[in-house]
């Protein structure tokens, strides 16, 4: 019997579209913008551990308030801006549809450089939460998540406009990074406003601690990581003008990758108080990321083979495999400093300053750079206005790089090693933390110029896209033809073609599964489970005053300087005191244990000095610390603290489960003029007269309590 079959072979009838580059254009030109001020303010920040005197002793302009609003300005208006820039021309390009909604678009857009001018101005005011990489407070947070929600809308239901029959792999690492930001963002911002201002994050300590690493890890993987791999996926082949190297590669890399790494973040607190089977959970999973990130940058470098020749006449190729090696370089030493035995030699110190920033610099900043020199000659139609600045701004960013990462890896193993020294007696050979910081201004004074060089190029390169952009018009839409999406079976395709590139609403709800499996697996222990954080009888609630100073010391951000974490090390011990039970922290909201020495750990600092230290030191650190490049604090002399939120605030702890007694709150200020009025009889005594209003009082009470709640043969009291 035979069979016949008609094939049609008419062409499918094309439907016209239009991109919208201006939406681009703005998101690009917010980028070149707050790349400017955060890097600015790095560099400000950098000279300030060289010249204390730039902290111009005033509280919106001191090293603990700009810290934050550098790493803010970077990774959320640069770093993110970049993202958006690059998603917003690349999305409706491989999906052939223009993006679902310019209104959206457009609320994202400005609802995005809202927030941070809106962070632009409450970090340096003080305003903050106190939790790394998540300091904004409650109102911003709210609108952190409406943005962002209203944002990965637009992409999702952009892709399930589309007139391609798969995703490409770039927007499924756009997906992944809008799920899991905003899981990210929600869990960890979880917080009970005191004020429209103030709020208390609703973990404490451990818990805290666990919680907010889970966030800051992966902020770092799902912010500064994911989006960037999908810009390469799209950017990278796009200027080499050769496929990307494997798609398999590509398929395990994206799910191996988002799996993973959502459970590392418990290594950033490698002998802390945290339980020990947390830490080795994230240790194992840290030393896995190994695999999936180079299988990227494989894929990646791989991309160019054959090309080699092309890398070296064309700039943006030059970005881009910076870029990508040091994303390589980045993503090998972080499973390694997730090792016990070199993060007992890393932590706390700058070594992990100069990881982070080889990464920021390096991967983010390079790719960006790249993208942008790609980029503006596309939408303005003309030729780069010069290539010779270009390569100027390459090598001096490279040099920039260099010059900001050897020093500072010198200095943390110099401050490491100088932590760690006995003498043959067996004493601290330091035993003054200060001499063990000032022997690191030279290397503080080479990052500053490291980072000083690397802005340099980036002036460089708005002169050059300015020119660029003035040269030509900007192509506002841009018309595309393509056929409309087309149902088709096809027989023996390949599953993950079949059921997450065919399926967006699959390939969303996928990674939202498997991303939350780690966290789930890390919390529910550590919250459900009480013998993990095993309770002191004697850690009782911070008095009202000692509450007051720890807020005044969280919107100093003395976080940002000081650790509140004694490690089982001798060194440690004998320098600090007895090391830190987790049952001590249990009304710490939010968590203080600090990421970073640039001074001394202050969980046993209670009783350690007299008050009147305490009281000198913040007018003048150098009047009890000669050499220190600590900023001073004289305001908090003459500030009056403000009482009218003492009720609030405890009827806030109570809410959190502090055992404050009821009816407390009403008599709590009367309890804080009785403590107040003892500091200041012994401020007195010592020669200092004051009034107990004053905030220098209630940041010495907190400042003096810490630590004491346990006695120990080897505490200060």
């Known amino acids: 019997m035979e069979v016949s079959a008609k094939i049609n072979t008419s062409p499918l009838e094309l439907e016209e579209f239009s991109y919208d580059n201006k939406l681009v254009r703005n998101f690009a030109m917010a980028t070149l913008l707050w790349g400017g001020v955060g890097m600015l303010v790095g560099v400000i920040a950098a000279f300030q551990l060289v010249f204390p005197e730039l902290n111009l002793g005033i509280p919106y302009s001191t090293f603990g308030r700009l810290r934050p609003l550098h790493t803010n300005a970077v990774i959320f208006a640069f770093v993110g801006n970049g993202f958006f820039t690059g998603m917003y021309y690349s999305a409706p390009r491989v999906l052939k549809t223009p993006m679902y909604s310019r209104l959206l678009g457009q609320i994202h857009f400005w609802g995005w450089q809202a927030i941070i001018v809106f962070a632009a101005i409450t970090l340096p005011l003080g305003l903050t939460s106190g939790k790394e990489y998540a300091e904004l407070e409650w109102p911003i947070d709210i609108a952190i998540a409406v943005v962002w929600v209203i944002a990965m809308i637009n992409l999702i239901m952009t892709t399930l406009n589309r007139r391609t029959e798969h995703i490409y792999a770039a927007v499924w690492f756009y997906i992944a990074s809008f799920v899991t930001v905003a899981l990210l963002h929600v869990v960890n911002s979880i917080e009970l406003p005191v004020s429209l201002t103030k709020s ?45 190297y494997s798609y398999r590669l590509s398929i395990v890399h994206f799910w191996s990758l988002i799996f993973i790494y959502i459970w590392a973040g418990p290594h950033h607190l490698l002998y802390t108080a945290l ?138 193993w110099t401050q490491s090693a100088m932590w760690r020294e006995f003498t043959e007696d067996g004493f601290l050979k330091y035993p003054n933390f200060l001499e063990t910081v000032t022997q690191l201004i030279p290397y503080y004074a080479l990052r500053g110029i490291g ?72 919390m529910i222990p550590t919250f459900m489970i009480s013998s993990n954080i095993p309770t002191i009888e004697s850690v009782k609630p911070y008095t009202p005053l000692e509450l ?29 005191g007895e090391y830190s039970k987790a049952g001590e922290f249990v009304y710490d909201f939010p968590f203080q244990w600090g990421s970073k020495r640039i001074g001394p750990d202050l969980h046993r600092v209670g009783g350690k000095y007299p008050d009147s230290w305490h009281y000198n030191h913040m007018e003048d650190p150098t009047s009890m610390s000669p050499g220190s490049i600590m900023p001073a604090y004289p305001w908090l002399l003459d500030d009056v603290l403000d009482t009218t939120t003492t009720k609030k605030k405890i009827k806030a702890m109570q809410i959190l489960g502090v055992p404050y007694e009821k009816g407390f709150e009403d008599r709590a200020n009367q309890d804080l003029v009785n403590q107040a009025g003892e500091i200041v009889k012994r401020l007195g005594e010592a020669g200092i007269q004051t009034e107990p209003t004053r905030e220098i009082v209630a940041l010495v009470a907190y400042l003096q309590r810490l630590g004491t709640d346990i006695k120990a043969e080897n505490n200060p009291r």
Not at 288 to 301: D, K, Q, T, V, Y
Not at 549 to 576: A, K, L, N, W
């Open 200 to 244: 208390y994050s609703v973990y404490a300590g451990v818990q805290d601690a666990l919680v907010q690493w889970w966030y800051g890890h992966n902020a770092v993987a799902f912010f500064l990581t994911t989006p960037y791999l999908g810009l390469m996926y799209y950017f990278l082949p796009k200027a080499a003008n050769r496929p990307i």
């Open 275 to 412: 339980p020990d089977w947390a830490q080795s959970l994230g240790t194992v999973f840290s030393i896995m990321l190994i695999a999936p990130s180079w299988g990227g940058m494989i894929n990646g470098l791989m991309t160019l083979r054959g090309a080699w020749d092309k890398v070296r006449d064309d700039v943006v190729l030059k970005f881009m495999v910076v870029a990508v090696t040091a994303y390589g370089m980045a993503t090998f030493e972080g499973p390694m400093l997730s090792l016990k035995n070199v993060s007992a030699i890393a932590h706390y110190t700058d070594w992990i300053v100069a990881h982070v920033h080889v990464g920021a610099l390096g991967w983010n900043g390079f790719l960006t750079f790249g993208i942008l020199y790609w980029l503006f000659p596309r939408l303005y139609n003309r030729p780069l206005y010069s290539v010779k600045l270009a390569n100027f701004h390459f090598w001096i960013g490279t040099i920039g790089i260099l010059f900001y990462a050897i020093p500072m890896y010198w200095a943390g």
């Open 548 to 576: 007051q100073g720890r807020d005044i010391y969280v919107r100093e951000g003395c976080y940002t300087c000081h650790s509140q974490m004694i490690r089982p090390f001798r060194d440690e011990i004998e320098r600090y």
């Open 451 to 522: 980072g000083t060089l690397y802005l340099i190029g980036w002036a460089v390169m708005i002169f050059n896209l300015y020119k660029t952009s003035r040269a030509g018009e900007l192509k506002e839409t841009e018309t595309a033809q393509a056929p409309s999406l087309q149902a088709r079976q096809h027989p023996g395709e390949y599953w993950h073609r079949k059921w997450f590139e065919r399926k967006p609403v699959l390939l969303t709800i996928g990674s939202l599964v498997v991303v939350a499996i780690g966290g789930i697996v890390e």
